[in-house]
């Protein structure tokens, strides 16, 4: 078994980490000969922390299968005091693995019951925003415009190793805790990617809300509602992403989300449908208390897909019953919309949580 300890350039290395402190936080990555820990080797383990000031990265290179072993158990007991465990798609692969192979060894599942980040299952649910050809490492770290000397990938090093545990050299050696080594730095290169799962998860403040008016294409006047964001973290890059009324585009500081208002008539539906009566003439429902009074011939009774009253003002949608009272174009609508007033418009803790019902319809 080969270890090696070596020193990280970092730049803007993370002081915490989910408010745990940096020195209490460690990135890992595992380099394997294929998905299943059941016939495959797992060759090759980094691990990168914060000792005295400086970040470092440890690797633990099996040069041969009967070395398994050797390099989980020094990796196990290298992360026994860490607080939290960072990893890129770790949940879902590398845990995973090193926990059937701790079972193979009889060998205490340290990892497995420390804290785990894992940035991949953090950012995933808001992929659309990003619009990436996939979600790969190598293509977050493009994305935030992150370099890379590795040119290699994971599947492309089986073989190198391979090769390697037949004829040892230093220039294969070199080539896979190369890529390792590039992998724990764009691990903690990309951490800045956090800050947009912290920003759909409701780290922003809401600085104005505008009502915009213009032409539509074929002369009709519309209006949208736009609200700009102030992100708590400045976002790194930009994104945009839009899906029926909603649209969302912004970076750094600077977050416009534009939502397509209704303007005209909705109606609002009555729920105990049994105490009212229609009036087909007038189109409404009203009471039975004030019905009483109609004409038998001028009133039925009302069902509840005609039980309702009309409104005419400006309104915004919302994809479950959030803001209350809502009103419908007609009844089997599944979206509903509520009257955007001067006074809602004041309340900024029942903007943001209808905004964040918006966002979270977009994923």
Known sequence: MIRTTLKLDIDNPPTSVNNV????????????????????????????????????LDQWFAENTAEEVLIIREFS??????????????LGFDTAYLREK?????????????????IYRQIFPYKKFFKLENYKQKNIERFLGIHREDIYNGGELINYYKEYTKNPD??????LLQHNADDIRGLIAILPILSYVTFFNGGFDLSQVDIQRYETADGNIAMDAVFDLIPTIPLPKHISYGTGPLYLSGKGKKVGFKISMYTGELKFYYSDYTDYYYLPKE?????????????????????????YSRKTGRFLPQFSELIEPYFKIEYHDKITYFELTDELCENDTLIKKYIMHCLNHMR
């Not at 701790?102 to 894992?118: A, N, Q, R, V, W």
């Not at 208390?289 to 509840?304: E, G, L, M, P």
Request: aromatic content about 12%; some cysteine.
């Open 170 to 175: 230093n220039r294969t050696k070199d080539i």
């Open 283 to 307: 189109d409404m429902a009203v009471h039975k208390s004030v019905a009483f009074y109609v004409d038998k011939d001028f009133r039925t009774q009302a069902k509840a897909a005609n039980c």
């Open 77 to 90: 007991e290298a992360v026994r005091d860490c607080h939290l465990l960072i990893s890129y798609n770790g």
């Open 102 to 118: 701790c079972k193979t060894y009889d060998i205490p599942f340290i990892s497995g019951k420390i804290p785990h980040l894992d």
């Open 21 to 56: 402190p940096s020195n209490e936080v460690a990135f890992f990555d595992i380099e394997t000969t294929g998905f299943s820990p059941n016939n495959t080797n797992l060759y090759l383990i980094g691990l990168a922390y914060e000792s005295e000031g400086s970040w470092v």
